[in-house]
C-alpha cells in the first residue's frame, strides 16, 4: 500500500552505506495544519534506500515537495528485548508548485454555454454530452 504526504523539506542527511550491498538516506518534511484554529506542525522524517538515496538531491531546503511512500515494518529481538521498528520509505519525491493567493485562475469558465463558432446564431445545443 502507498501513501502521499505534501510538506516543506526542512532537512537531507547524507547517504549512510549499512552493508557492501545496503545503503540508506534519510530527510524530513514539516508538515503544518490548521485544527480548529489552531496550527498543529508535524515533522516527518523519512528513508530512501539503494538507488532511491538519489531522489532528495535536486530538491533544496524550504521546497515544498510532495513524498510517495510506503510502511514498512519489522520486528527486532536483541537479548530477549524485543522491538517494532516502523520505517516511511520514499519512493518519489515531486516539486509542488503552491499558488500565490489572488492570482489569476487560468480554468476555462464553462458554467455559462457558449455558442459554437460554426454553429447559425439561432443554434441550440441541448444534448447532454
Known amino acids: 500500500m ?3 504526504i505534501t510538506g516543506k523539506l526542512v532537512a537531507k542527511y547524507d547517504t549512510v552505506q549499512r552493508t557492501g550491498t545496503f545503503k540508506t538516506r ?4 514539516e508538515k503544518s495544519e490548521d485544527i480548529g484554529g489552531r496550527v498543529i506542525t508535524n515533522y516527518v522524517k ?3 534506500v539503494q538507488d532511491r538515496t538519489t531522489l532528495v538531491d535536486r530538491f533544496n531546503i524550504g521546497d515544498e ?3 510517495s511512500f510506503n510502511i514498512k515494518g519489522s520486528r ?3 537479548d530477549g528485548k524485543v522491538n ?8 518519489r519525491l515531486e516539486q509542488v508548485q503552491l499558488v500565490a493567493a489572488g ?15 460554426s454553429a447559425p446564431p439561432d443554434f441550440v ?3 447532454p454530452f
Open 125 to 127: 445545443d441541448d444534448l
Open 2 to 4: 502507498s501513501f502521499e
Open 65 to 67: 515537495v510532495k513524498v
Open 46 to 48: 523519512f528513508q530512501s
Open 76 to 78: 527486532w529481538e536483541k
Open 26 to 29: 534519510e530527510f524530513v518534511i
Open 103 to 117: 492570482s489569476v485562475d487560468n480554468m476555462p469558465d464553462y458554467s455559462a454555454p457558449t455558442a459554437s463558432p
Open 84 to 91: 517494532y521498528i516502523t520505517n516511511l520509505d520514499a519512493w
